[in-house]
Nanobody
Framework: QVQLVESGGGLVQPGGSLRLTCVVP?????????MAWYHEAPGKDREQVAN???????RYAESVEGRFTISKDTSTNTLYLQMNSLKPEDTGVYYC?????????WGQGTQVTVSS
């Protein structure tokens, strides 16, 4: 069974930073054609905030552009989301998401709370 292991969430004050981590099993990492992070705010639908395509390009939601950075480390099969200048509206559960040509996989989610 493929499991993505997330970590890095927590409580942070507005303006602060967090880095989320998602470890992807080696068995699928080299077959991925998309890696992404999603945000599920309280009472709202899950929305993609950043993705990393197979061509190496990145895309961001307008709400996080310039504040969040998605990256990966191929030596450790790890996907990251660096979150800077955090705002209260960034609060919620963050999920990593990866897909191959035949399957999709989600992380278990990590809670981020931005509050003073």
């Amino acid at each position: 069974q493929v499991q993505l292991v997330e970590s890095g969430g927590g409580l942070v004050q507005p303006g602060g930073s967090l880095r989320l981590t998602c470890v992807v099993p080696q068995s699928i990492f080299n077959s991925l054609n998309l890696m992404a992070w999603y945000h599920e705010a309280p009472g709202k639908d899950r929305e993609q905030v950043a993705n990393y395509g197979s061509n190496g390009g990145t895309r961001y939601a307008e709400s996080v552009e310039g504040r969040f950075t998605i990256s990966k480390d191929t030596s450790t099969n790890t996907l990251y989301l660096q979150m800077n200048s955090l705002k209260p509206e960034d609060t919620g559960v963050y999920y990593c998401y990866v897909q191959t040509w035949g399957s999709v996989y989600w992380g278990q989610g990590t809670q981020v709370t931005v509050s003073s």
